[in-house]
């Protein structure tokens, strides 16, 4: 909220500001006593015949008529985190990225388009770093051929939230009528504390099987298979710099639970964290993310990140209480039905 010398509220956007960080009170259209006020704050991605649309960090899209505006400012940037290791959205993206490999790249100016029959999103997804060195408009048409030429939906990941994210890329995906399917949260964590957690009594010292491996037993218990063939699986989840895969012996020849950690320099991922569901609250996942946590710090890593769907509330409550904090979102955009 803006306030004047003679204590009166002042709009001080407009059009011009558009790409910048905002903060509004607007009215609203709820009759309810006390809810006529509200107030966004985001990026400011368009201002056109007369409605203002923001975006959150979230990702989430606020439409205000520009009738209603009460107050209005330049938002300073994101305040610093509080805990947690500082960050780069790009750094943070790139390491992402080369946990994650896909079996087929191609460059469009600074986009990169990737490919893996179908296998995960992430690696069947357009991954926009900058300009793709043309309109945007143009640029996805050349996306829609070439992952129609693969016989594969084509999709664009983006991000909000964080200084250097693609906010108005977002605003411009849905005023072209590309969908919004999956929102994430990337998360981060100082490495040290994670490799002294207490998993508890049934996962004591030793019941943690490290391996560099990817063998049948583990692949049994992954539950991501959204298309692809078996080769497709296996070269995107033993890409990365430094791969271990970790599991818990179950009753059977199936593990009661798995990980996946790529050791990247400073920052160490975690991937594919999957417990038997007969098995929870016993501390698998615990025990998983420690051992991973001690080899990745052995092999000289500081900083933790994981990534966790948005409404997947059990795994953002576990993450939360070993103090993983959000940084950025990620969504990923599909284009829109013929």
Request: glycine letters at 10%; aromatic letters at 8%.
């Amino acid at each position: 909220m803006e306030i004047t010398g003679g204590g009166l509220l002042e709009v001080r956007v407009t059009s011009a500001d558009v790409g910048k960080r905002v903060s509004v009170r607007y009215v609203t259209d709820s009759p309810e006593a006390g809810a006529r006020f509200t107030d966004a704050v985001g990026v400011l991605t368009s201002w056109d015949a007369g409605v203002l649309t923001i975006t959150r960090k979230s990702g989430e899209t606020v439409r205000i008529p520009e009738l209603r505006l009460v107050a209005g400012k330049i938002a300073p940037p994101a305040p610093a985190r509080r805990r947690g290791p500082a960050a780069t959205f790009p750094e943070l993206s790139r390491a992402a990225a080369r946990a994650w490999q896909p079996v087929e790249s191609e460059r469009l100016g600074e986009w990169t388009l990737r490919a893996a029959g179908g296998f995960t999103r992430r690696a069947n997804s357009v991954l926009p770093a900058g300009d793709p060195g043309r309109p945007v408009a143009e640029a996805l048409e050349a996306v829609r051929q070439w992952y129609e030429a693969r016989k594969l939906p084509a999709y664009v990941q983006t991000a909000t939230g964080a200084e250097g994210t693609q906010e108005l890329l977002c605003a411009e995906l849905e005023r072209l009528g590309w969908e919004r399917e999956i929102t994430a949260e990337l998360r981060i964590a100082a490495l040290a504390p994670l490799a002294d957690l207490e998993a508890g009594p049934a996962t004591g010292p030793g019941a943690v099987r490290l391996s560099r491996t990817l063998d049948e037993p583990w692949l049994r218990r992954y539950q991501r298979f959204t298309g692809g063939e078996e080769a497709v699986w296996r070269q995107v989840l033993t890409s990365g710099p430094s791969v271990w895969f970790a599991s818990v012996a179950g009753t059977g020849e199936v593990p009661a639970a798995i990980g996946r950690c790529v050791v990247d320099g400073r920052w160490a991922g975690f991937l594919a964290v999957e417990v038997d569901p007969e098995q929870r609250r016993r501390g698998l996942a615990t025990a998983i993310m420690a051992a991973l946590a001690r080899q990745a710090l052995d092999e000289g890593a500081s900083a933790a990140w994981l990534q966790v769907e948005s409404d997947n509330d059990g795994a953002r409550a576990l993450y939360e209480g070993m103090d993983f904090a959000v940084h950025h979102h990620y969504h990923h955009y599909r284009q829109p039905e013929a």
